[in-house]
Structure formats: structure tokens, C-alpha cells
């Protein structure tokens, strides 16, 4: 069974611009989150999706957004990049809420 | 949600069985908890999860003693790959109430 893939792999923006990420889940999977990681921060995460549906959602700011659509698939959004937006984006699905999730490979977004 | 708390960090040697312990004292009834390990660059990989007593697989076992505050994660015979950040998280199943944090988790090295 195909794993978790996120595209782009690798993301060079500049302060202001808005980039959007995909995530692909795993088939049968229904539920995808997102997180950010930098080095000084750790694992934080963004929002859950299940069905469509928003579940959760971490403690970041209206510039980041998501959606999923009826596959599975789902995308993050962030609007007017900050510097400070460089990290590590990570998707993870899981078969539902709270069950165990399996990460992709990492969007790697660096702003200058 | 319960929080939880590891070791910030252990040291090992090759071949050696390796518990990293996590407590919970506020877990609920219907929490599950699962473990994650961590290699820099990557995403978190699901390790194990479990509810009560032991859980084994082909990686590891979890020991959930009978109150559940807190559970082990046993790696036997650990190897020089098996050096990473290990996290503990806890969570109930099919609801939106799931930990969102990995927290900073506890950081393995394993020595030759």
C-alpha cells in the first residue's frame, strides 16, 4: 500500500507570497493532520481534517488554512509568509480521529 | 487531556534493551497511547499503540500497568538506527478530544 506523499518536496518563497502544500493519505485513510516542525519549536500541530470536516485545530494564526476533499486529499494554504514560516511541513492520516497516523515525507518551505 | 511527561533523554549501547518510561496520571477512560519515534528530518513513525496490559510487535512492546498513569516502551536489542527522538502521546479514539502535541519526547542515543 502506497504511503503518505506530499508535493512539493522543497518550496523557496518570499515574504508576502501565500504557498499552497498537498497531501495525499494513505488509501482507506480517512483522516489527515498537518504540523509544522522547526528546530525551536518541535512538532506543533495545525488542524485536522476528517471527512471535510475541520476537527481540530492548533494555535496559529488565520494565515494558515486547510481544506480536504472528498478523496482524502488535503491541502494547507499560508498566506503573507513571514520569515519565521520556514519549516518543515508534515502531513499525517490516520483510518480516523485518534487512531494511529502515519507521516509523509515533509514539505521543506524556506522564506526569504 | 492527560499530559505526559519522558525522560529528556537516554543513553544505550548496542544490544542492550532500552524502557523509556512515560507518565500520564490524568489519563481518561478511553484514551489510547501511542508511541512515535522520530528521526531528524522526518516525520514521525507509528511504533505502537495500546489500551491496557502489553501490546508486542515486530519492533517493540508497550506495558500499560493496571491504573494506566503510566506505560513502557521496550526496544530489545536496540542497534545504532534505532538512535532517535521517541514520543509518548495519549488520546481517545473517534472524537475530536485527541493530544495534538508530541511534546518534546525523549532523545535515544545509542552508543557502539
Known amino acids: 500500500k502506497a504511503g503518505v506523499t506530499q508535493t512539493p518536496r522543497y518550496l523557496i518563497k518570499t515574504r508576502g507570497q501565500q504557498v499552497t502544500l498537498s497531501c495525499s493519505p494513505i488509501?482507506?485513510?480517512?483522516?489527515v493532520s498537518w504540523y509544522q516542525q522547526t528546530p525551536g519549536q518541535g512538532l506543533q500541530f495545525l488542524f485536522e481534517?476528517?471527512?471535510?470536516?475541520?476537527?481540530n485545530k492548533g494555535n496559529f494564526p488565520g494565515r494558515f488554512s486547510g481544506r480536504q476533499f472528498s478523496n482524502s486529499r488535503s491541502e494547507m494554504n499560508v498566506s503573507t509568509l513571514e520569515l519565521g514560516d520556514s519549516a518543515l511541513y508534515l502531513c499525517?492520516?490516520?483510518f480516523g480521529v485518534g487512531y494511529e497516523q502515519y507521516f509523509g515525507p515533509g514539505t521543506r518551505l524556506t522564506v526569504t | 487531556l492527560a499530559k505526559t511527561t519522558q525522560p529528556i533523554s537516554m543513553d544505550s549501547y548496542e544490544g542492550q534493551e532500552v524502557n523509556i518510561t512515560c507518565s500520564h496520571n490524568n489519563i481518561a477512560t478511553n484514551d489510547y497511547i501511542t508511541w512515535y519515534q522520530q528521526f531528524p528530518s522526518q516525520g514521525p513513525r507509528f511504533i505502537i499503540q495500546g489500551y491496557k496490559t502489553k501490546v508486542t510487535n515486530e519492533v517493540a512492546s508497550l506495558f500499560i500497568p493496571a491504573d494506566r498513569k503510566s506505560s513502557t516502551l521496550s526496544l530489545p536489542r536496540v542497534s545504532l538506527s534505532d538512535t532517535a527522538v521517541y514520543y509518548c502521546?495519549?488520546?481517545?479514539?473517534?472524537?475530536?478530544?485527541?493530544?495534538?502535541?508530541f511534546g518534546s519526547g525523549t532523545r535515544l542515543q545509542v552508543q557502539p
Open positions: 499525517a492520516s490516520s
Open positions: 502521546l495519549v488520546g481517545e479514539r473517534d472524537t475530536g478530544r485527541r493530544a495534538l502535541t
Open positions: 481534517y476528517f471527512s471535510e470536516t475541520q476537527r
Open positions: 488509501s482507506g485513510h480517512r483522516s
